[in-house]
């Protein structure tokens, strides 16, 4: 059954100001900017060609991190590389990554999680799920009211053994956020992968030109902290009678 071609991942708000004249100003904020649009349209591609197979899918829900903004090329990024990990390991598998650069919580929940909902409803096999959101709720403060809420919200909703990232920020939503997904791990809801105890101890030489993305390295740390984390729940499921990933 096809994937439901119409989803963009793009994201539907213009670039802020801040980061505009940031990006006319200093070129690696340039370059890394220039990437958003051919980079979506990969994806965009990407996905319509998982759609057309029987493979089961990796659904990766996220922001630009799950977009792979920053890295040398769209497949270089955590997707990726975690991609072709698993595809090593033994499970032959599609990429359906629903990422968009500057999402929030909120777009999840509006944009990427109806697509997953879909996906189930059409009889299409989900191994797996990923998330990584949240860092764009909380660098500006005008997007931390109500975060903790919304988060709370999205566990709601995903597939038990939803692989779900923290956040390392200090900030006191990001801890409190910390907390919800440790106490749904623990509960056997969702599965934990640990970016605040098991990410890059340093950014040094792991960050893009603008600074604040990944670069080719930093991914490849983010999605060996994922693939532990796989790993260590005995996923991807791939059994459709074994109800995991079934629907949300």
Do not use: C
Not at 87 to 115: E, F, I, M, T, Y
Not at 158 to 171: D, E, Q
Not at 198 to 208: H, Q, V
């Amino acid at each position: 059954m096809p994937l439901p071609i119409d989803y963009s991942n793009h994201s539907d708000r213009p670039t802020g100001a801040f980061l505009t004249a940031l990006g006319r100003m200093l070129p690696g904020v340039r370059a890394v900017q220039q990437q958003v649009g051919p980079y979506a349209d990969w994806w965009e591609s990407t996905n319509r060609e998982a759609s057309d197979g029987d493979a089961p899918l990796w659904v990766a829900i996220g922001d630009s991190m799950t977009l792979g903004i920053g890295a040398s090329a769209p497949d270089h990024g955590m997707v990726g590389q975690l991609s072709e990990q698993l595809a090593a390991s033994g499970w032959h598998h599609a990429v359906v990554n629903l990422g968009v650069n500057g999402a929030r919580v909120q777009d999840v929940l509006d944009r990427q999680l109806p697509v997953l909902e879909r996906l189930a409803d059409e009889g299409r096999t989900v191994g797996l799920v990923t998330v990584v959101i949240g860092s764009n709720d909380i660098v500006l403060s005008r997007h931390r009211e109500g975060v903790v809420q919304r988060f709370r919200l999205l566990l709601d909703k995903l597939p038990p053994g939803a692989v779900v990232a923290n956040l390392p920020n200090p900030r006191r939503e990001a801890r409190e956020i910390d907390a919800l997904i440790r106490q749904r791990a623990a509960s056997g809801e969702v599965v934990l992968a640990d970016m605040r105890a098991e990410g890059p101890k340093s950014w040094r030489g792991r960050l893009a030109g603008d600074l604040f993305h990944p670069n080719d390295l930093g991914y490849a740390e983010m999605a060996t902290v994922l693939e532990n984390a796989i790993a260590g729940a005995g996923l991807p499921v791939t059994d459709a009678g074994s109800g995991r990933f079934s629907g949300t």
